[in-house]
DNA sequence: TCTACCATGTAATCTGTTACATGATTGC
DNA sequence: GCAATCATGTAACAGATTACATGGTAGA
């Protein structure tokens, strides 16, 4: 989205490449942007002059092909401009494992069991590299500090309910073996 | 999305208003199906013989005029088949809020507290809705209430969260004025 | 040399969103 | 009678996803 550019902008100049590398490491879980819209959304920032080239890396100097962007004053505008406003929609979550679990009770239960133990393992993971990188963040950089507390504050109360749900599950088919709720 | 569909049919017979109307209002959190997109799907659905209309209400009877659809064998496979997979994703959070906050470094605190306070304020509203209707899941009902249970946690997280940035962020005010972190 | 990764880009396709248009029904 | 809501639908646009294509660089 243009205005995650912009923003990112702000810090620092980049290229396509590290400003998608460093939105998706940092805050992957609060917004993706896809390789193949990346250089799209740039040139219309260049087109709408909301951020400029200030050069470009051909291999006359060393290190690959790229170009590197900057924000301009129009772009700086337009994004406090968009920095103020009210957010119209509320959060919303996706997740194509929560869409599959509002209808397991139409399904068998051992499959629901080893797609939920599935999850477990990839957010004990998860969980694992974000306590490992909160650190990282210092007190210049509060606002993506407190983003990344919200994620390992979701990514605990996440883990928690999926093994709760395991547990509930697990009970359940012990006791009425082959029924479902 | 169409396996959402596929999965409420397996529950009722529905039209197309209804099975919007029963996403939006239980699941809306997990997902949310445009007016603008239900009535192609079911379209779609159709064609590809998952569904079929069991009968058109026309005012011949009392009642508006309405489609009533119901899933057919084929659906019912398909959604087996789709029930199994696992899930090649993980979740991402939408919410425009968030993507404002990671850069309110870069914005006036003023600002951020009123945003701060907006936010605080849907999400009390939405968690005294939530509280209210989680008694009226049943046992039938198990998965639903799971997920209910879910929105709730992660509704209570989420306010405590908003109010700890609040702190933080009017806390930071008071001692440095105007500067941002 | 070969693989993995860096880096930019396009095309086709699929979703999602907004805005509109129509008309019936229900309750005040 | 009027407003709100029920109900179905389309059109235009914006955003996301997948797949492909190209070529450079770094290190085993």
Same mark, same amino acid.
């Given at each position: 989205?243009?205005? %995650? ?27 993706? +942007? ?9 040139? %219309? ?5 909301? &951020?400029?080239?200030?050069? &470009?890396? =051909? ?11 900057? +924000? ?29 679990? +509002? ?8 499959? %629901? ?12 993971? =998860? ?12 007190? =210049? ?5 407190? +983003?990344?507390?919200?994620?390992? %504050? ?28």
């Amino acid at each position: 989205m243009k205005y %995650s550019v912009l923003g990112i902008l702000h810090y620092k100049d980049l290229h396509g490449y590290r400003i998608r590398e460093h939105l998706e490491r940092h805050f992957g879980f609060v917004w993706s +942007i896809n390789p193949g819209q990346i250089y799209p959304v740039l040139k %219309s920032l260049v087109d709408e002059g909301l &951020i400029a080239i200030v050069g &470009i890396n =051909q291999n006359e100097n060393k290190g690959p092909y790229r170009k590197l962007y900057t +924000i301009t004053e129009a772009g700086r505008a337009e994004f406090q401009r968009w920095l103020k406003e009210s957010p119209k929609k509320t959060m919303v979550v996706r997740d194509p494992f929560l869409t599959r679990f +509002i209808f397991f009770g139409y399904g068998d239960i051992e499959n %629901s069991l080893k797609l939920i133990n599935e999850q477990i393992a990839i957010y004990e993971e =998860q969980l694992i590299y974000r306590k490992a990188n909160l650190p990282r963040w210092s007190k =210049q950089s509060q606002y993506p500090r407190m +983003i990344a507390e919200l994620g390992l %504050s979701l990514n605990t109360m996440y883990l928690e309910w999926l093994k709760r749900a395991r547990e509930e599950i697990a009970g359940h088919k012990s006791e009425l073996p082959g029924a479902q709720g």
